[in-house]
């Protein structure tokens, strides 16, 4: 404290000023005046300008402010006097993000990019789409999410835990957007094929709802990403000093049940009843159960049953171009019997019951799968879990991968197992032996979990396999031929999906709405993919995959009375083209 005496009127008065703490500045609020113990008040702008405008994702462009705007925006001097252009800055990021050997580095570099600069970051993805889908998803979005705890740097969305129990509106009403559209939700316990990784598991909503934005052209604001975090039952997660989420183990049955009930009254109170919510890397007891229980009353849908099964399915309808037939002449063989396989294996049984008009119990015939015991067989039915029994067939028992393909003598082999290097040699080599050309899927994520490679399919069967997998591998050449692996990617498929849920107003999902998305997306395989072996089509061109999606399934939802959204577009594509989010900058008063 120091005293400055000044005259006035003949006098002298003393007057006291406080320069001890703010360095000289008046300190309006009280902070540095103020002890560690007291309360201050978090004072903000409400008026985007200055450094608050660099500092707002949504609308900070950088070094692409025009002089005009660095004007009218109070930005003189707060950048440097370069004006770049969206294209040059994207450009620019896109050489850095080249030096980075380390896939995590750059699946950091982009998060920091979305967290100030958001249309410049899917600018970056949709321009980039190729490059760059396998650094925010599979398979660097796993890394990310095991070390979540040791990068985290701000947070990207919900996490509602056991804490809030009873205050779920509340907390979904501190979300700062209000008009919100998708929620992918996740309670960790399944993480790719990586297993529990509770709370660290945030990055798997985060990583999916960019996808929706940029492939499926969902506006960023209408996304929210939660993770439920009701424990974990990963040791080293327990004992991880930095992990960030509720250390005890996982809570199970009434109060689990409860928690999400909770959420899912709280979302539908908070945004109504077309907010989509997306289920995501639940464990199998919950995740079918969680589906069945509220697809009757809200608009949900899960990506590990519901989109991989469709993408599969779109990758087997383009792939009868190949190898010929129609699809009820193929006998189906699964490693692997949990949500992406049986979730699969429902859709195939479902499609060929259209196009024959057979009954589903009848074509589900036709469909094998075998689980950690062996082959699914009726002499199994009591024990099996409740998903499992439509699966049990008339089959003498059979223990082994190996066994069950020279049994059952399958003309497709798709793995959902998320064990690595199940899809052995002799595996291989015995579907070609059964096969002209035998239709091998390795769709566990991430790669280190894929059932075979890429150059494993093809050199084992000598080229004659037709492959694609869950996470992308580079092209393959052998005995002179190019071999361009296919990948099911979920992507194909969720983001066209959820938009044409949204632009129809939908209310719920039905299967004959994954029918229709599959179909639009086995549609989209030109002749060029095929002359490659390709049965799915580039990811460059994924936008208007999307909305070829997306119009069919809103058309669908129109035929079943399920849209809101009234008139019906007369051009559903155009339609769905016209309501996609762009990330070119705007300009500004």
């Known amino acids: 404290m120091s005293s400055i005496s000044l005259k006035e009127n003949g006098g002298e008065v003393s007057v006291k000023k406080d320069y001890s703490n703010g360095g000289g500045v008046r300190d309006l609020y009280g902070e540095d005046s103020a002890t560690e113990d007291h309360l201050i008040t978090p004072w903000t702008f409400s008026v ?44 620019r990021l896109m050489h850095n993000l080249r030096q980075y050997e380390v896939p995590l580095h750059r699946y950091m570099a982009l998060m920091d990019l979305q967290e100030r600069n958001e249309r410049l970051f899917y600018k970056l993805l949709i321009d980039n789409v190729e490059e760059l889908l396998p650094v925010v998803y599979t398979p660097t979005v796993g890394e990310a999410c095991q070390k979540y705890g040791s990068i985290f740097r701000r947070p990207q969305g919900l996490y509602i835990s056991l804490k809030e129990k009873g205050k779920i509106l509340e907390v979904l009403k501190n979300w700062p957007e209000k008009s919100i559209q998708v929620i992918v939700v996740t309670d960790g316990e399944r993480i790719l094929g990586l297993g529990d990784l509770g709370c660290q598991g945030m990055g798997i909503p985060v990583g999916k709802l960019s996808l929706y934005t940029a492939l499926g052209g969902v506006r960023p604001s209408s996304c929210l990403p939660v993770t439920i975090d009701v424990g974990t039952n990963n040791e080293k997660l327990l004992n991880d000093e930095f992990y960030i989420g509720l250390r005890q183990r996982r809570a199970t049955g009434q109060e689990y049940a409860e928690l999400l009930d909770e959420f899912m009254r709280a979302v539908k109170q908070n945004y109504g009843e077309k907010v989509l919510v997306q289920f995501e890397d639940f464990a199998n007891h919950n995740a079918f159960d969680l589906l069945e229980k509220y697809s009757s009353s809200h608009l949900v849908f899960n990506d590990d049953i ?31 019997a949990g ?10 049984a479902l499609e060929v019951s259209k196009q024959t008009k057979a009954p589903v119990e009848e074509t589900r015939k036709k469909i094998w799968l075998v689980d950690s015991k062996g082959l699914i067989v009726s002499s199994r039915l009591e024990s099996l879990q409740q998903f499992k029994k439509p699966w049990a067939h008339e089959h003498e028992p059979v223990k082994g991968l190996l066994e069950a393909v020279k049994a059952i003598k399958p003309t497709v082999l798709i793995g959902s197992s998320g064990a ?38 093809y050199t084992w069967s000598k080229g004659r396999a037709i492959f694609a997998s869950g996470s992308p591998f580079d092209p393959v050449e052998y005995e002179g031929k190019l071999f361009v692996p296919g990948q099911a990617n979920n992507a194909y498929i969720f983001p066209g999906f959820g938009l044409g849920l949204i632009m129809s107003g939908a209310i719920r999902v039905r299967d004959e709405m994954l029918l229709a998305a599959s179909e639009a997306l086995a549609a ?18 994924i936008r208007k995959i999307s909305a070829n999606i997306a119009a069919k399934v809103a058309a669908k939802a129109y035929d079943l009375g399920l849209a809101s959204h009234l008139p019906r577009p007369k051009d559903l594509v155009k339609y769905a083209e016209s309501c996609m989010y762009s990330p070119g900058y705007r300009s500004y008063r």
Not at 50 to 74: I, M, Q, V, W
Not at 524 to 538: A, H, M, R, T, W
Request: glycine share 10%; hydrophobic share 35%.
């Open 524 to 541: 989209q395989v030109s002749e060029e993919n095929y002359d490659k072996g390709l049965i799915y089509p580039p990811f460059t061109n």
């Open 339 to 348: 949500e992406a396989g049986t979730g699969i294996a429902e859709l195939i």
């Open 420 to 457: 690595g290097k199940t899809f052995t040699k002799e595996v291989v080599e015995t579907m070609a032996s059964l096969n002209e050309k035998p239709l091998i899927l390795a769709l566990s994520n991430p790669t280190s979990q894929s059932e075979c490679t890429a150059e494993e399919a």
């Open 306 to 336: 519901q989109g991989t099964a469709s993408v599969v399915l779109a990758g087997l309808l383009a792939s009868l171009k190949l190898v010929g037939g129609t699809l009820a002449d193929h006998t189906f063989l699964f490693l692997g």
């Open 48 to 91: 985007a300008s200055g450094c608050s405008l660099l500092r707002d994702p949504r609308y900070n462009k950088g070094l692409a402010f025009t002089e005009g705007e660095r004007d009218a925006h109070y930005l003189r001097g707060l950048l440097p006097p370069s004006v770049f252009n969206q294209e040059l800055q994207e450009k």
